[in-house]
């Protein structure tokens, strides 16, 4: 099994609906993060958690939301997606302290139409 | 804020040639890292380098920790199709007050048998 587990590796949605991506891990670690790709732009950080009790916005956070479940469960909603929401979505983890940076889930290809 | 400035953006080359590529950054780091994503895949760590001037292979890859710690490079020598992806760089100050990775926006790679 896969150390970082995004559900569902595909979605398509239409506009205005609400959805959630979820992102689960076996890591054991304390840090998670959700970042979007779009071609070109690279990997943005959306929210990313240090722990249950800690979320924190990233650099692209309007529109979306998120809630850590558990240590081992970080999941990613779009209140009421819209079209330029359609993207690569993934989740990934850390430890505090890590010198080998992050573990990424195998993404989530969202398409909002 | 901290940006790294990747490049090229994109390559198309020969199987058997050799390939470079940098990140530049007008911030110090004193953590560089490279991954690479497959396609339909998340990025996956090759080199981790922690100490400027330092230089590290992984097989055909080989990465260097740029000596005023603004800046990275990897080369992959005599590549093959298997190389095919998108490259990123990414750096990070551990210890800081967020420790969070900061991303290059990519270098994609394309080799042609």
Redesign the interface.
Known sequence: DADVTQTPRNRITKTGKRIMLECSQTKGHDRMYWYRQDPGLGLRLIYYSFDVKDINKGEISDGYSVSRQAQAKFSLSLESAIPNQTALYFCATSVKGSLTGYTFGSGTRLTVV | ?QQLN?SP?SMFIQEGEDVSMNCTSSSIFN?W?W?KQDP??????LI?L?KAGELTSNGRLTAQFGITRKDSFLNISASIPSDVGIY?C?A?N??GSQ???I????TKLSVKP
Request: neutral net charge.
């Open positions: 804020g990747q953006q953590t890292l991954y339909g895949e998340g990025p996956v760590l981790a922690y990123f990414a990070l551990y210890g420790g969070n990775l991303f290059g926006k990519g």
